[in-house]
C-alpha cells in the first residue's frame, strides 16, 4: 500500500517556475512507475509526465515538452516536476499517481493516487 502526498502548487505569474513535489508513504517509491497528471476546471485530466521506476524513461505531454521535467530521488521516497516558463493554460489541479506495474506507457491506470496541488497561473 503507498500513500502519496503531492505539495509545492500556488499562485505564479506567467513565466515563472514552481516545482512539485510527490512524497510517497508505506512503500518504498522505486518500485513505482509515477506519473504527474492535470486537471483544468471543465477539462478532462490529462496526463502531464511519467517516469519509470528505474527513472531511466520518461515522458511529457506536447504542451509541456521543454517546459517541465519530471525526476526522482528514490533515497528521499519523492518524485518531482520542475515546471518552468509557466503559462495560463497551465492552471490546475496537479495529481501525482503510482503503479507498480512499470511500462513505457503514461496515460493508463494508476493504483495509488495523491490528493492534488492547485497550481494557478496569472497572466
Known amino acids: 500500500q503507498v500513500q502519496l502526498q503531492a505539495s509545492g502548487g500556488g499562485l505564479v505569474q506567467a513565466g515563472g517556475s514552481l516545482r512539485l513535489s510527490c512524497l510517497a508513504s508505506g512503500s518504498a517509491l522505486d518500485r513505482y512507475a509515477v506519473g504527474w497528471f492535470r486537471q483544468a476546471p471543465g477539462k478532462e485530466r490529462e496526463a502531464v509526465s511519467c517516469?519509470?521506476?528505474?527513472?531511466?524513461?520518461?515522458y511529457y505531454a506536447d504542451s509541456v515538452k521543454g517546459r517541465f521535467t519530471i525526476s526522482r530521488d528514490n533515497a528521499k521516497n519523492t518524485v518531482y516536476l520542475q515546471m518552468n516558463s509557466l503559462k495560463p493554460e497551465d492552471t490546475a489541479v496537479y495529481y501525482c499517481?503510482?503503479?507498480?506495474?512499470?511500462?513505457?506507457?503514461?496515460?493508463?491506470?494508476?493504483?495509488?493516487w495523491g490528493q492534488g496541488t492547485l497550481v494557478t497561473v496569472s497572466s
Open positions: 517516469i519509470r521506476s528505474s527513472g531511466v524513461s520518461t
Open positions: 499517481a503510482a503503479d507498480s506495474v512499470d511500462i513505457d506507457v503514461c496515460d493508463r491506470p494508476y493504483r495509488y
